[in-house]
């Protein structure tokens, strides 16, 4: 498991158990990065159900193959959100650290939307980079490589724009002090100093959950 996976991973919990993802469920992870979530949905789904594990870069495709080789659900492909075509639509479209770094976000909203059965779920985990801290000081992040770094506070807007139907929002942040993972991720993403005595709040993670109408 990659670090991003195991200091965010609570708050797939709460999303997977919210929507009630079952076995035998067909999923697309856009923007899947490493796969960590596409090996995580993989578990959920079982071995009758299907991953479509979704990167825009081509070498991501081959690592999610190769991390996610023993699980035959998984399909590794290289696609854009905002032009997505599965060869079957899915129950679940999700999407965490996306949104942030696409040019026209709406666009990728929208593709997501499009590859989603009637009565089937968008949900989404953007972050709102400004809410971090580290103890009474804003994180800094470099917001040139982050083209919208509040996007989860859009969340809403843009899956109603998509023609779905918000059903519920929260927010989770991961925390930490000391030698923790949270601060071990911050120095590993970030030049963060961060003394013993610090507190560091993570960017909260916006998650939003649309359903499209049947
Ligand atoms: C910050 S990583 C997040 C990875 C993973 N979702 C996670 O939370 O750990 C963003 C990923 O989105 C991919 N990406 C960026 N623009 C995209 C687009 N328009 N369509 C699909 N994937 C895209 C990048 O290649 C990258 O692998």
């Known amino acids: 498991m990659g670090l991003r996976d195991d200091v965010y991973r609570r708050s797939l919990k709460t999303a997977f158990d919210r929507i009630e993802l079952a076995v035998g469920s067909k999923c697309a992870d856009v923007g899947a990065g490493g796969g960590d979530i596409a090996i995580e949905l993989a578990h959920w789904v079982g071995d009758i159900g299907r991953v479509y594990a979704i990167d825009i870069d081509p070498k991501r495709r081959n690592e999610v193959a190769e ?3 023993q699980f ?7 696609q854009a959100a905002e032009e ?7 129950d679940l479209a999700f999407c965490r650290f996306l949104l942030l770094g696409v040019e ?3 666009q990728a909203v929208a593709g997501m ?3 989603i059965k009637p009565g089937g779920w968008l949900v989404a985990q953007e972050p709102v980079t400004s809410s ?11 917001t040139e490589a982050i083209k919208h770094p509040d996007i989860g506070l859009d969340l809403v807007r843009l899956m109603q724009g998509a023609g779905l139907e918000v059903v519920d929002t929260w927010a989770e942040a991961p925390c ?5 993972d949270v601060v071990s991720y911050l120095e590993q993403m970030t030049e963060a100093k961060v003394d013993k005595g610090d507190t560091v709040l993570l960017p909260p993670l916006l998650c939003a959950v649309a359903k ?3």
């Open 67 to 69: 991390k996610a080789a």
């Open 113 to 115: 939307a499009r590859i």
């Open 212 to 214: 499209k109408p049947s």
């Open 176 to 180: 930490g002090f000391g030698g923790s």
């Open 132 to 142: 971090g801290r580290v103890g009474h000081h804003p994180l800094r992040v470099d």
């Open 104 to 106: 026209d976000p709406a």
């Open 84 to 90: 997505l075509a599965l060869p079957e639509p899915v």
């Open 72 to 78: 035959t659900q998984v399909i590794a492909i290289t």
